[in-house]
């Protein structure tokens, strides 16, 4: 059943009401992982929107000839497939970036969100909603990954865009921007426990304006 909503709401709830971070709490694993700093979370942002736009177009396009009985397999090999080009796209233009973030990028297959929004969405309506749904979901995504990232840089060594010349090229060494020195890291911020720490933070401001 296709839904009845417009296509800028289609973005809204993507962007912010049903948030996949903030509000489904889906695709944990690398946002608490890669979250290290500003530049991580916005490369593992800007793959997974690529793979989440281009499975839902697919899905979409190809939805009244899929079998009902096989249509999870079907959708996890169309994700594994954009999720190879973009490995491919990161291995030849950003390397060094993609060396950072490791085994994430291949681990995008199994996201809940795009798999869910393949099957909740894409495989229910037309291209051009599914097209807006997957790109406000992405967008959103990619929102927390920066800002969660922002957050940990910043209170972890006290800078944002260290590394932005990994996913920009050299000239972007100067975008660094340097708030404090320290000799040594704030840990609690760089570790897994800053993730968990500034994603309830997050939450919890996404809640308060919300409310």
């Given at each position: 059943m296709e839904t009845s909503l417009n296509n800028s709401t289609i973005f809204k709830n993507g962007l912010w009401d049903n948030n996949t971070a903030l509000v489904q709490l889906l695709g944990l694993c690398p946002l608490l992982a890669v979250t290290g700093s500003m530049i991580n979370g916005l490369g593992l942002g800007i793959a997974t929107t690529f793979v989440l736009v281009g499975s839902n177009i697919t899905v979409?396009?190809?939805?009244?000839?899929?079998?009902?009985?096989?249509?999870?397999?079907?959708?996890?090999?169309?994700?594994?497939?954009?999720?190879?080009?973009?490995?491919?796209?990161?291995?030849?233009?950003?390397y060094e970036l993609y060396l950072v973030l490791g085994i994430f990028i291949p681990l995008i297959v199994t996201n809940c969100a795009i798999i869910g929004r393949a099957e909740a969405f894409a495989s229910k309506n037309k291209l051009l909603p599914s097209f807006v749904d997957g790109l406000g979901q992405g967008i959103g995504f990619t929102l927390v990954l920066m800002l969660l990232g922002a957050f940990r840089e910043f209170v972890g060594q006290g800078t944002i865009l260290d590394g932005a010349h990994l996913l920009f090229g050299e000239w972007a060494k100067d975008l660094t921007m340097h708030f404090y020195l320290t000799e040594q890291k704030f840990l609690l911020a760089i570790l897994p426990p800053g993730a968990f720490i500034g994603l309830g933070l997050l939450i919890a401001f996404k809640n308060k304006i919300s409310n």
């Open positions: 979409s396009l190809i939805r009244k000839h899929i079998p009902k009985e096989i249509r999870i397999p079907i959708f996890v090999m169309l994700i594994a497939s954009f999720v190879t080009n973009v490995q491919l796209l990161m291995n030849a233009f950003t």
